[in-house]
């Protein structure tokens, strides 16, 4: 009679490394999205001056299980936010905002110049954020 005897020894646990690994992962991930996002969002916001498409931020905020980005457009003039009025009300496109091509974000989708800027490219883009995402942790992950 033959014996097979196999002894496995795991020198370190490697699961602390890859839950960090993978946290960085999610994280840069994140990063890249809400800078999307705004670049996206950015292209299709309408166009007088140009200060509109250039007033977009990004906050990130991290806690132990959780990465968030805001992604916020905001011109004041004379304590009036223009941003949220070109987001939300109804008007018709000036010349400049006719002029411009939109914008395109990480789907290949595109998004004409108009109100809803923002909304209309997260949601938009929602599906190709999250396969991002995934296809980022799969390929962290070695899959």
């Known amino acids: 009679m033959t014996r097979l005897r196999f002894d496995i020894r795991i020198e370190r646990n490697l699961i602390p490394q890859v839950s960090r690994n993978t946290k960085n992962v999610v994280k840069k991930s994140v990063r890249t999205i809400a800078q999307d996002l ?3 969002a950015s ?10 498409e250039s007033s977009w931020s990004i906050e990130y905020q991290l806690s132990a299980d959780r990465m968030t980005a805001t992604v916020e457009f905001a011109v004041f003039k ?5 941003a949220i009025a070109m987001h939300e009300w109804t008007y018709n496109l000036g010349e400049g905002s006719r002029a411009k091509a939109g914008g395109t974000g990480m789907s290949g989708r595109s998004y004409a110049v108009g109100r809803k800027f923002l909304t209309r490219v997260l949601e938009g883009e929602a599906e190709a954020y999250k396969d991002y995402i995934a296809e980022q942790i799969r390929q962290q992950l070695g899959g």
């Open 43 to 52: 292209g299709a916001a309408p166009h007088l001056t140009g200060d509109l």
């Open 78 to 82: 004379g304590g009036f936010n223009y």
């Open 38 to 40: 705004a670049r996206t």
